[in-house]
């Protein structure tokens, strides 16, 4: 056999090693990436899209994943980002830095913002349908960035750095996102969902 035959083989055999190692980690994880990508979209169908297209790019850029990171964690950067830059291309996800000076109403630069760190306090996700659906029902009338930092934090468990850099921007902003997030999600279960607070699901 010649020399670039064998290469050939070599190269052929090293694709269907690859393809079929990605395919495992698609059957293995598919579930899990839906369930994000529901809770980011809010729909099955914007979900369903959204799945596809990170895998896609996932394999596309399946070379530069690093086996010593858990799949899930490098595959959810690509699905939020995926997220992020379709709600800036449609214009419904404003961006505000808190690290940086703000400008006041004349266009003069002011103080930066300094968010303190609201620690990890958990959502207690729990087993039960009611609350389950509650806190899906409650987490889409979150602001899209909101929505997404909560997740990531409270669902995925990822630390602040970590989604800092999954959103692109800083740690400071991550703090002041998760922080207005989990307000505005206790108060609007509270108003419409008193009865998880009273018999201890939420607090």
Same mark, same amino acid.
């Given at each position: 056999m010649e020399a670039g035959m064998v290469y050939t083989a070599a190269a052929k055999s090293m694709e269907d090693e690859i393809q079929r190692e990605f395919d495992e980690l698609v059957r293995r994880y598919y579930r899990q990436a839906y369930n994000l990508a529901y809770r980011l979209t809010g729909n099955a169908a914007d979900a369903e899209d959204l799945v596809q297209d990170a895998f896609l790019r996932a394999y596309r850029f399946f070379d530069?994943?690093? &086996?010593?990171?858990? $799949?899930?964690?490098? $595959?959810?950067? =690509?699905?939020?980002? %995926?997220? =992020?830059?379709?709600? &800036?291309?449609?214009? &419904? %996800?404003? @961006? =505000?830095? %808190?690290?940086?000076?703000?400008? @006041?109403?004349?266009?003069?630069?002011?103080? @930066? %913002?300094d968010i303190p760190d609201p620690g990890p306090t958990s959502l207690e996700i729990a087993l039960d349908k009611v609350y389950v659906d509650a806190i899906h029902e409650g987490l889409q009338h979150l602001p899209p960035d909101f929505r997404t930092a909560v997740l990531l934090a409270d669902i995925q468990g990822h630390s602040y750095e970590e989604i800092a850099e999954m959103m692109g921007t800083s740690i400071g902003t991550v703090r002041s996102r998760i922080h207005r997030g989990r307000k505005q999600l206790r108060d609007y279960l509270l108003k419409r969902y008193p009865e998880l607070f009273e018999r201890g699901d939420l607090k």
């Amino acid at each position: 056999m010649e020399a670039g035959m064998v290469y050939t083989a070599a190269a052929k055999s090293m694709e269907d090693e690859i393809q079929r190692e990605f395919d495992e980690l698609v059957r293995r994880y598919y579930r899990q990436a839906y369930n994000l990508a529901y809770r980011l979209t809010g729909n099955a169908a914007d979900a369903e899209d959204l799945v596809q297209d990170a895998f896609l790019r996932a394999y596309r850029f399946f070379d530069r994943y690093d &086996r010593s990171m858990p $799949f899930m964690n490098w $595959f959810s950067r =690509i699905m939020v980002n %995926l997220y =992020i830059d379709e709600y &800036r291309r449609r214009g &419904r %996800l404003k @961006t =505000i830095s %808190l690290d940086e000076p703000q400008q @006041t109403e004349e266009g003069e630069e002011g103080t @930066t %913002l300094d968010i303190p760190d609201p620690g990890p306090t958990s959502l207690e996700i729990a087993l039960d349908k009611v609350y389950v659906d509650a806190i899906h029902e409650g987490l889409q009338h979150l602001p899209p960035d909101f929505r997404t930092a909560v997740l990531l934090a409270d669902i995925q468990g990822h630390s602040y750095e970590e989604i800092a850099e999954m959103m692109g921007t800083s740690i400071g902003t991550v703090r002041s996102r998760i922080h207005r997030g989990r307000k505005q999600l206790r108060d609007y279960l509270l108003k419409r969902y008193p009865e998880l607070f009273e018999r201890g699901d939420l607090k």
